[in-house]
C-alpha cells in the first residue's frame, strides 16, 4: 500500500520536478548570456588602445577611463542592436541569417536525441547547396512552382544520404559517428572545390572556381525592400515537423528512448542499428535543406542567390552545434537559438563597422556563450544564490522522499 502511495506522489510531483528544471534551465541560459556580453565588453575596452590609454591615469581621473570604456561598449551593442533589430530591414536580415541555421541546427539537435553527435551538418549543407544550385542554374524552363520545389528538396534528399552514410557505418561497423562525420566534411569541401572548376558548375567564361548564378525560377519570393523570404517560413515549419516527429509519433518515440539507453531500447525489441540510420539520414536531410537555403535566398541588391563557391556556406554547420546546444536539443529552443544567432551574425557586421570592433568579436560571444551554457555547474558557481537554491531543492527532495 505504502508502495502504491509513493509511486502516486512521485507520478504527482514529476510536472513540479519538470518545471523546475526547465526553470533553473533557463535561468542559466539567460545567465549565461548576460556573462558572455560581459566577457565581450571587456574584451572590446582591452583591444582599444585609446581606451586603454585612458587607464593609465586612472586613479587621477577615473572618470575618463569609466566613460570612454561606456561609450566603447555601448556604441559597439548599440550597434549590434541595430543591424539585427533597429529597422524592418534589419529584421529581415535576422531572418535570413536565421533560416540555415534553424535548419542546421534542427539536425544536429535531432541526432543528439538519437545519442549521436552529429559533426557532419557542414559536409551535409555543402552537398545540399551543390545540388540545389546545380539543379538551379542547370535546369531551365521551368515554372517556379515546379523548379523551386525541385532544387529544394533534391538538396535535402541528398544532404539526407550524406548523412546516412555515418548512419551506416555506425549502425553496421560500430565507426563513431563524430569520427566519420569530420572526415566526411572534408571530402565534402574538397569534392565542392573540385566540381568548381570543372563544366559541371564552374561558369562558362570564368577562369575562378564560382557557378551561374541561380535561376530566378528556383529562388525563394521574399517581400519587396526586405530579407524575409519563404525559406524562413520553411525552416519554421521544418522545426514543427521535428517536434510532431520526436513528440507524437511511434518512430520519435524510438528515436528518444534508443537516445536515452540503447541497451534498454533492444532489450525492448527496437531496432537500435535502423534507428541509428534513419536518425542520421534525417539529421543529413535539415543539413542539406541548410545547404540549399543559402544557394536560393536572394540577396537584398540583386534579388538572386549568391553563386556558388567555395565558401558559400560558411561555417554555417559548425554553427549548427552551437545553436543545437544552445537549444537544449528541443525545436521550438533552436528555433530561439537560430534567430538569436542570426541576429548576432547580422548585427555583428553593423556593430564592426560603426563600432570598430575585433570582426571575430561576435564569434567570441557565442563561444562564450555555449560555454557557459553547457557547464552549468560553473555559472553557479560565479553566482552562489543559484548554487544555494539548488542544494535548497535538493535537501528538500531527500528530506521527503
Known amino acids: 500500500m ?13 510536472p513540479k520536478r519538470k518545471s523546475s528544471q526547465l526553470g533553473v534551465s533557463t535561468l542559466i541560459t539567460v545567465i549565461s548570456f548576460v556573462l558572455a556580453f560581459l566577457a565581450g565588453a571587456i574584451v572590446m575596452v582591452l583591444a ?18 569609466l566613460g570612454a570604456s561606456w561609450d566603447k561598449v555601448a556604441g559597439a551593442y548599440g550597434a549590434l542592436l541595430r543591424g539585427s533589430i533597429g529597422s ?37 549543407a555543402i552537398f545540399g547547396s551543390i545540388v540545389a544550385a546545380w539543379i538551379g542554374f542547370s535546369i531551365t524552363g521551368l515554372p517556379m512552382i515546379i523548379h523551386l520545389p525541385l532544387a529544394l528538396l533534391a538538396g535535402i534528399v541528398v544532404g539526407g ?22 572526415m566526411l566534411n572534408f571530402l565534402a569541401g574538397l569534392t565542392l572545390s573540385y566540381l568548381l572548376i570543372t563544366p559541371l558548375l564552374q561558369q562558362p567564361g570564368r577562369n575562378d572556381p564560382i557557378s551561374p548564378a541561380v535561376a530566378w525560377t528556383a529562388t525563394f519570393p521574399r517581400l519587396d525592400g526586405t530579407r524575409l523570404h519563404l525559406g524562413f517560413f520553411l525552416a519554421l515549419l521544418a522545426a514543427v515537423a521535428v517536434w510532431w516527429l520526436l513528440e507524437r509519433t511511434t518512430l520519435g518515440f524510438q528515436i528518444r528512448a534508443v537516445g536515452l539507453n540503447p541497451d534498454a531500447a533492444a532489450t525492448s525489441g527496437m531496432s537500435v542499428s535502423r534507428i541509428t540510420m534513419l536518425s542520421m539520414a ?23 542567390p549568391p553563386q556558388l563557391s567555395a565558401g558559400i556556406v560558411g561555417t554555417v554547420g559548425f554553427d549548427a552545434i552551437t545553436v543545437a546546444l544552445l ?3 528541443r525545436p521550438f529552443g533552436v528555433v530561439l537559438a537560430g534567430l538569436l544567432f542570426g541576429a548576432m551574425k547580422a548585427g555583428g557586421l553593423t556593430m564592426a563597422a560603426q563600432a570598430q570592433t575585433p570582426a571575430d568579436l561576435t564569434n567570441l560571444i557565442q563561444a562564450l556563450i555555449v560555454l557557459f551554457v553547457a557547464a552549468p555547474a560553473f555559472v553557479m558557481w560565479l553566482l552562489p544564490v543559484l548554487k544555494e537554491r539548488r542544494s535548497t531543492k535538493s535537501e528538500a527532495k531527500a528530506v521527503t522522499a
Not at 56 to 65: E, H, I, N, V
Not at 108 to 119: P, W
Not at 289 to 304: D, N, R, Y
Open 88 to 124: 524592418p530591414v534589419a529584421l529581415t536580415e535576422t531572418t535570413a541569417q536565421a533560416a540555415p541555421l534553424i535548419c542546421a541546427g534542427l539536425g544536429v539537435a535531432l541526432a543528439f536525441r538519437a545519442g549521436l553527435f552529429n559533426i557532419g551538418a557542414q559536409g551535409q
Open 2 to 14: 505504502s508502495e502504491s502511495k509513493t509511486a502516486e506522489k512521485v507520478e504527482q510531483d514529476a
Open 282 to 304: 534525417f539529421a543529413g536531410a535539415l543539413g542539406g535543406m541548410a545547404g540549399a537555403q543559402i544557394v536560393m535566398t536572394p540577396t537584398l541588391l540583386t534579388s538572386l
Open 161 to 182: 544520404l550524406w548523412g546516412g552514410i555515418a548512419g551506416f557505418l555506425k549502425a553496421k561497423t560500430g565507426a563513431h559517428e563524430v569520427i566519420t562525420t569530420i
Open 327 to 329: 537549444g537544449r536539443s
Open 48 to 65: 582599444d588602445a585609446e581606451v586603454m590609454e585612458k587607464y593609465s591615469y586612472f586613479f587621477a581621473r577615473p572618470g575618463d577611463a
